[in-house]
């Protein structure tokens, strides 16, 4: 089974700076998807940005982006320039490739908090 | 064009009721999703559906809960003798394909007194 592992329940930003949020993870498949989703406190969760495996490539999504190191198993999500409206939970969630297998496996989650 | 929908948004039960959560995928989503939310914690598979067939439910806790999207669209999560520790968040997604992202509704907040 994969697991997910999220080892910041917390982290604060001043407003404008760059935040680095952790994530690492565990399976045996060679090819998958990770996402960061966010939950602002109105808990509707909204997608940040998904990498493929199978790409090298990080992806970037505006101010955000991803290091993904596939050999460490590690998917961490850069902030730039952080904004107010950027506070919110964030979760790292991993979905197999297998048929069958399209379930979105979470981490424990990160709140984000934003200092003016 | 709509997001998905769930209703209701909040519900309370007295413990040993039974309970009904509908949720309303966007239009077109073959996958629909449904994860339970613990306070404070990530959402945790409960089951998955391919278009009417239920593909997954390795995650329901108990027989007591059942789910069903018979014509492939609208699915309920039935919740049977719920029980103080049914209390959570209950998100439905839905997706068009595998990989795809998941698209969630806004939760239906479930309190067992």
Redesign the interface.
Same mark, same amino acid.
Request: glycine residues 12%; aromatic residues 20%.
């Given at each position: 089974a994969q697991t997910?592992t999220q080892s910041q329940p917390e982290m604060s930003v001043q407003e404008a700076e760059t935040v680095t949020l952790s994530c690492t993870y565990d399976t045996s498949e060679s090819d998958y @998807?990770l !996402?960061w @989703?966010k939950q602002p406190p109105?808990?509707?969760? %909204?997608?940040v940005i998904?990498q /493929?495996a199978y790409k090298q490539q990080n992806a970037t999504e505006n101010r955000f982006s991803v290091n993904f190191q596939k050999a460490a198993k590690s998917f961490s999500l850069k902030i730039s320039d952080s904004q107010l409206g950027d506070a919110a939970m964030y !979760?790292c969630a991993y $979905?197999g %490739?297998l048929? *069958? $297998? /399209?379930?979105? =496996? !979470? *981490? =424990? *989650?990160t709140r984000l908090t934003i200092i003016p | 064009g709509a997001g998905v929908s769930q209703s209701p948004r909040y519900k309370v039960a007295k413990r040993g009721q039974d309970v009904a959560l509908r949720c309303d995928p966007i239009s077109g989503h073959v996958s629909l999703f449904w994860y339970q939310q613990a306070l404070g914690q990530g959402p945790e598979f409960l089951t998955y559906f391919q278009n009417e067939a239920q593909l997954d439910k390795s995650g329901l806790p108990s027989d007591r809960f059942f789910a069903e999207r018979p014509e492939g669209s609208v699915s309920t999560l039935k919740i049977q003798r719920t029980q103080q520790e049914d209390s959570a968040v209950y998100l439905c997604a839905s997706s068009p394909w595998q990989g795809h992202e998941q698209f969630f509704g806004p939760g239906t907040r479930l309190t067992v007194l």
């Open positions: 997910v @998807y !996402f @989703y109105s808990r509707q969760m %909204i997608l998904r /493929e !979760f $979905n %490739i048929a *069958g $297998n /399209e379930k979105l =496996t !979470f *981490g =424990t *989650g | -």
